[in-house]
């Protein structure tokens, strides 16, 4: 298996722009988590799916993050609009379900001018 | 207050010397409990699970002592290759929850 992907790896944009940010799950995993990663606020969970269904999306900043699972191979992060603050690496990450071990993709980097 | 709180370090020691981490946790229905490396620019990676009894691989060993709600790390003999970020995760029914990370670099 090729690991939970991310794409794209590294995002400049400008403020105002619309972000989408791409995973594609381990086949198997039924739970997918994005986080995201700065210097000053660690790791933190936005949300995560089980099954495809959100379950928690309690760390989602604001209203203008999104996130979407249509399907068990594919989710979407979607910021709209972004601003400098938005700034920060993006993690996807799936569990297995048997162990709890959970799998990170390498991340979108993503830098909002 | 934090749902996990850890020790932010940076931990500097030498090469074979022991380090210790610990990591508290704010929600006692907490289920299970893991302890993540995270390279430099890289993905976190799980390093070990923690069981309740304790639990050893190799030069690294972790406890999790309940009553108290804090989980442990030690490393003992410590590799030049140890140097990385150790962060301390936390589970309740899948809502998997990191501490902010100790940074420990081990020097020659």
New interface residues.
Partial sequence: DAGVIQSPRHEVTEMGQEVTLRCKPISGHNSLFWYRQTMMRGLELLIYFNNNVPIDDSGMPEDRFSAKMPNASFSTLKIQPSEPRDSAVYFCATQDGDTGELFFGEGSRLTVL | RKEVEQDPGPFNVPEGATVAFNCTYSNSASQ?F?W?RQDCR?????LM?VYSSGNEDGRFTAQLNRASQYISLLIRDSKLSDSATY?C?V?KY????????TRLTVKP
Wanted: hydrophobic content about 35%.
């Fill in positions: 299970s893991f993540y890289k993905e976190p990676k799980l699970s962060l995760v589970n899948n809502d998997m929850r990191f501490g902010a990370g």
